[in-house]
Antibody, heavy 119, light 109 residues
Framework: EVQVVQSGAEVKNPGESLKISCQSFGYSFTNYWIGWVRQMPGKGLEWMGLFYPGNSDTRYSPSFQGQVTISADKSISTAYLQWSSLKASDTAMYYC????????????WGQGTLVTVSS | QSALTQPASVSGSPGQSITISCTGTSSDVGGYNYVSWYQQHPDKAPKVIIYDVNNRPSGVSNRFSGSKSGNTASLTISGLQAEDEADYYCNSFTGHIYVFGTGTKVTVV
């Protein structure tokens, strides 16, 4: 059974760094794309970027280029989304999702990680 | 990369059919047959209900159907049920990454 499990909720101060995770179970991690999606409070879904563990191909949406870093550790089937300096406007729910390479159907979603940035 | 345009809200009575539009450009919706639709209930993760314009994943009701004409894709929900009340988002490949629609709140009145 495929499962995607995200790390727990975080409360941070502005300017702090943060790395949240997305661990996959039940499929070949290197054959699936990982995507990160932001949903600000009461707002819609936004693609932040994609990562393909098979060859480390990384793609960012223009709005998020330079603002976050996406990476992965293949040895533990885990993808990461990282900020070096959080802002209050980063407060949001963050989802990871996966799709098999060659597919465009994002089948499996994590439960979401709520990030709150407040002083 | 601008979000695809959807109506903010659509409503219907139980048993009726409703259609949600999703308008993009020739660089996204019009350029690829890779439009998908996601249903999101409050405080839940999105769930794919249509992919590659008009395909339904296993287990998704056949009351959901998709289509595309030019730069506009559409999701039709027939035989509307109370459980269909949710937010719906279209999604298109752009050649490099993906872009979501602005989202549509479906209300069953």
């Amino acid at each position: 059974e495929v499962q995607v499990v995200q790390s727990g909720a975080e409360v941070k101060n502005p300017g702090e760094s943060l790395k949240i995770s997305c661990q996959s179970f039940g499929y070949s991690f290197t054959n699936y794309w990982i995507g990160w999606v932001r949903q600000m409070p009461g707002k819609g879904l936004e693609w932040m970027g994609l990562f393909y563990p098979g060859n480390s191909d990384t793609r960012y949406s223009p709005s998020f280029q330079g603002q976050v870093t996406i990476s992965a550790d293949k040895s533990i089937s885990t993808a990461y989304l990282q900020w070096s300096s959080l802002k209050a406007s980063d407060t949001a729910m963050y989802y990871c999702a996966t799709t098999r390479d060659g597919n465009t159907r994002w089948d499996y979603w994590g439960q979401g990680t709520l990030v709150t940035v407040s002083s | 990369q601008s979000a695809l345009t959807q109506p903010a809200s659509v409503s219907g009575s139980p048993g009726q059919s409703i259609t949600i539009s999703c308008t993009g450009t020739s660089s996204d919706v019009g350029g690829y047959n890779y439009v998908s639709w996601y249903q999101q209930h409050p405080d839940k993760a999105p769930k794919v209900i249509i992919y590659d314009v008009n395909n339904r994943p296993s287990g998704v009701s056949n009351r959901f159907s998709g289509s595309k004409s030019g730069n506009t894709a559409s999701l039709t929900i027939s035989g509307l049920q109370a459980e269909d009340e949710a937010d719906y988002y279209c999604n298109s490949f752009t050649g490099h990454i993906y872009v979501f629609g602005t989202g549509t709140k479906v209300t069953v009145v």
